[in-house]
Nanobody, 113 residues
Framework: QVQLVESGGGLVQSGGSLRLSCAAS????????MSWYRQAPGKERELVAT????????NYADSVKGRFTISRDNAKNTVYLQMNSLKAEDTAVYYC??????WGKGTLVTVSS
């Protein structure tokens, strides 16, 4: 079955960096656009970044442009989110998603100010 497993979250100081990973299985990863979402405490889930199946086009939420980079390795069935210059408002549970997947457990990112 389709499965996405997020990892790489943790506690980091403001201005720091983290790299999230999402390992995919159960489908032909290289055919699907992949996205990262996040949900902060008490807020709705929001789209953070998207990357096309070949990795040749990306899009970002205005709030993360210039700080976050989405990438993928189709040989490893993995999508990444490099997060730099982290701010307290980036604190959230981060999820990866594709059109045919359910929501996974996510990975918690906590940025201390």
């Amino acid at each position: 079955q389709v499965q996405l497993v997020e990892s790489g979250g943790g506690l980091v100081q403001s201005g720091g960096s983290l790299r999230l990973s999402c390992a995919a299985s159960g489908f032909i990863f290289s055919l699907y656009t992949m996205s990262w979402y996040r949900q902060a405490p008490g807020k709705e889930r929001e789209l953070v970044a998207t990357i096309t199946s070949a990795g040749d086009s990306t899009n970002y939420a205005d709030s993360v442009k210039g700080r976050f980079t989405i990438s993928r390795d189709n040989a490893k069935n993995t999508v990444y989110l490099q997060m730099n210059s982290l701010k307290a408002e980036d604190t959230a549970v981060y999820y990866c998603k594709t059109r045919i997947s359910y929501w996974g457990k996510g990975t918690l990112v906590t940025v201390s100010s």
